[in-house]
């Protein structure tokens, strides 16, 4: 098989490029790596929870991570579990609450379009003798309060609905949801996977009322190998992970300190002026959206629009073209985006979450997840908006389905 | 679950992703068919124009990923010249190797290909011509059944779930 070297001496270096796959990992600032380098050799190189110089100046990077967790999220009180990244996180949130509570409670609630790091791990407790029911969503994305609370019984052990959609954007009223479980029983416990959520939208969980929540470093342009759970004082949770612990007593193994110092920096990054971030990713969002459905033609815009949008997240689908080749088109040219397709996903099955709004395969299939960050500025949205309707173009002309419908508009038109 | 390998093309599929060759519907083509689903995220249009048992010209449409691309435009480059009987005995390795090698989750779309020429050349026969040679099996090859496996299994995905294709 090809080497990974010689395909990329093939595709070449694009002469600019602009990248908006944050969704699936992000690039990282100077300063945050600048933040991260003197912890491999200069200082804090040694383990947090021994006692020597390094150690304890590692023990002071976690500790001050922590502390600027907990006043970005509004936490009094409560733990912050520090994981190697998110999927960790969540399987702890599922997993660790089953094994911490008592074998009474059996029924697992969630969303339909939960990240696989929720619904994998809560399928595996199946096995077990759980059982995950999933609340269907609507066109939009948003789970109803009502059919919540009809799935609500004595047997409901927990709720896990994420705070933003990772990939249509969807901002949940977590809120209402949260009252809507408690309501009926104060003992379950409710998580929310706010990864997409944090650094984009307002998150304070005194007022939320969540008992689990979680954060990941490389979506706030962080580095990738730091998770964050955040646990209600009172929830009980059991490791699911077993081994030397440090200073986590829920997760094992060394933390990533350099990592750590580098989420340390991006938190700084993120949360000063971060109504203006916030505001400069929503002006790019609808720059970038409206420049799409205006200039190219069949195109449906997956998720809400407005306020209840994530300010980063565009996701459209390209009627008549697969997404895959969108994503390899796109890339020759310098615009780096993935896709909810089947082809690059390596399963038959497009993305679970563009179906789960009732868009058909063929709709997933041409699926494109663009988000921005405030790290661009109008002039790269302009360039992915001069070069995202020729390669659509391009990839249509190559399609029997956009002749199809080509021909088909045709022949309308002449009746 | 599945692992999520990132697709290495060769530079051969990428090259043919960039400049398809024999790209287009044919107008005047003696033959035409189509395999594959859009709802499986694969199509292949295969145009034949046909004389004295021998394709003289060929092209193709493909909807699918960038592999799809290549392999549906590499075959109608194989099979330009060669009697009705050679192309039959294309094979999807043949393809493969044609491309420099494709990643194994995508061998489905050189079968898709072949699968698309060996119905057109069967089309052919019982539409147009109205014979049946000594060579054509009468059952369907392999690829052709892997075609026509892909078109009702997505049928039976949107039955299964009530979603009307």
Redesign the interface.
Known sequence: ????S??LK??GKPSREVYLDHENSGWVPPEVVEAMLPYFNQRGYGHPSITNLPGWEAYEVVESTLEKVNKTINARGGELVITHNGTEANNLAIIGTALGSGRERRKIITSAIEHVSIL?PARSLEEYGYRVVTIPVDKEGFVDPDMLSMLIDYETLMVSIQMVNHEIGTIQNIKTLVETVKDKDDRIIFHTDAVDAYGRIKIDVEELGVDLMTLSSHKIHGPRGVGVLYVREGVRLKPIMHGALSTQKMWPGVENIPAIAGFNKAIDLTFTNFDDNVKKMKMLRDMLMDGILNNVPEVLLNGPRGDKRAPDNVNISFL??????IT??LS?RGVYVSSG????????E?SHVILAIGR???EA?GSILFKVSRYHNKEDIEYVLSQVPPAIERLR???????ESREAVKKVVEV | MSTRTPLIYTPKILDLFRNPKNLGKMEDATVSSQAGSPACGDVITIYLKIEDSRIIDASFESYGCAANIAAASIITEMVKGKTLKEAWDITWEDVTNELGGLPSIKYHCSILAVGGLKRAIRKYFQEIVKMHPDWLPKDLSKEERQALEEEELIERIYRKYGVVP
């Open positions: 098989m090809v080497k990974v010689e395909f093939q595709h994998f008549h073209v697969e997404g895959e080749s390899v088109e020759l397709s089947a082809c690059t996903s390596r399963v038959l497009p058909r395969y063929e299939h002309i190559i399609s029997p389905l956009a002749r």
